[in-house]
Structures are given as structure tokens and as C-alpha cells.
């Protein structure tokens, strides 16, 4: 099982910028769905962004597209969330999951996809 560890969250103003980290250790297979998702307190856990690993177009929600951008660093292990053009709407805390799974599965399934892997999460705070 692979194990995920983010970063880089922290606390900006509106129309500012963080760019998150999901570090992922523990497997050496090169193709899986990774997605990040975030939760604020009192509401259901969305999903952001996500990408197979193995070869495909990154996939956003709505509510992001334009702002934020999903990328890899096969070489480092490592997932990224740039997000830009900062809302207080997206304050929350936000996971990476991921899951050995298929391409297809991975995004006709989007959101609902089951990841068996999930990080432990960063809180992005943003003021008015």
C-alpha cells in the first residue's frame, strides 16, 4: 500500500497562492489515479483534482478549473496542487489519495473513484 505525506499548506489572502505536495512512498508501480480532495468543517469531502500517472489528462471540478493545476514528478515521487487565485471558499483541509487502478476506472469513475490510499492532509486557510 502506498503511503502519502502533504505539505505545503498554510495560511494566505484572497487572490494569493500555495502549491501543495503529496510525497508517496512504499510501491514502485508507475501507474495509478491520484486525486486531491478537500473537506471544510461541516461539509462533505470534494473532490478537486485529479490525474492517472500513467499517461492522462488532468481532470478538475468545477470549482477550481482555471485556479488550480494538477502535476506530477515521477522522479520524486511526488504530487503537486498549484493553486492560485486563492478564495476564502477554499479553505479546507485538503488530502491526496491514490489507488493502482485502471485508466479507464479512474476517470469515468472521478470522484466517486475508490482510492485505497489516503494522506493525512494539510489545512490551506484563506482570509478575505
Known amino acids: 500500500q502506498v503511503q502519502l505525506v502533504e505539505s505545503g499548506g498554510g495560511s494566505v489572502q484572497a487572490g494569493g497562492s500555495l502549491r501543495l505536495s503529496c510525497a508517496a512512498s512504499?510501491?514502485?508501480?508507475?501507474?495509478?489515479?491520484m486525486g486531491w480532495f478537500r473537506q471544510a468543517p461541516g461539509k462533505e469531502r470534494e473532490g478537486v483534482a485529479l490525474v492517472y500517472t500513467g499517461g492522462g489528462s488532468p481532470y478538475y471540478s468545477d470549482s477550481v478549473k482555471g485556479r488550480f493545476t494538477i502535476s506530477q514528478d515521477n522522479g520524486k515521487n511526488t504530487l503537486y496542487l498549484q493553486m492560485n487565485s486563492l478564495k476564502p471558499e477554499d479553505t479546507a483541509m485538503y488530502y491526496c489519495a491514490a489507488d493502482q487502478g485502471f485508466r479507464y476506472d479512474c476517470y469515468s469513475s472521478s470522484w466517486r473513484y475508490e482510492y485505497n490510499s489516503w494522506g493525512q492532509g494539510t489545512q490551506v486557510t484563506v482570509s478575505s
Open positions: 512504499g510501491y514502485t508501480y508507475r501507474r495509478y489515479c
